[in-house]
């Protein structure tokens, strides 16, 4: 399974952008989006559970984040909204078998290679 992250970019505090990660191989169970700010522990973001379309958020991105995809495409999508400078950082998606435990990132077996966002302020 390959995952390619794209969408990332330089934008303004309260801007929007969208990431997108496209899987390629044998489906998995379920995407998750995570991040890496500088200095910092990857952190989880999201995820999308394809069976009962189950979908997740950290509390720090609840309300402003929203991961939505399309299964036979397998492609989800990262929509970022009201940007902070404290969201700054490479975003990863990464492809679990597994359908339970998707906040850990430990239960993701396939990494894509990351898409820098930066929000100044």
């Known amino acids: 399974v390959q995952l390619q992250a794209s969408g990332g970019g330089l934008v303004q505090a309260g801007a929007s952008l969208r990431l997108s990660c496209t899987a390629s191989?044998?489906?998995?169970?379920?995407i998750g989006w995570f991040r890496q700010a500088p200095g910092k522990e990857r952190e989880f973001v999201g995820f999308?559970?394809?069976?009962?379309?189950?979908?997740d958020y950290s509390d720090s991105v609840k309300g402003r984040f929203t991961i939505s995809g399309n299964n036979a495409k397998n492609t989800v999508y990262l929509q970022m909204d009201s940007l902070r400078p404290e969201d700054t950082a490479v975003y990863y998606c990464?492809?679990?078998?597994?359908?339970?435990?998707?906040?850990?990132?430990?239960?993701?077996?396939?990494w894509g290679q990351g898409t820098l966002v930066t929000v100044s302020s």
């Open positions: 990464a492809a679990s078998p597994r359908e339970l435990g998707l906040t850990a990132l430990n239960s993701y077996r396939y």
């Open positions: 191989g044998r489906n998995l169970h379920s």
């Open positions: 999308i559970r394809w069976r009962g379309n189950i979908i």
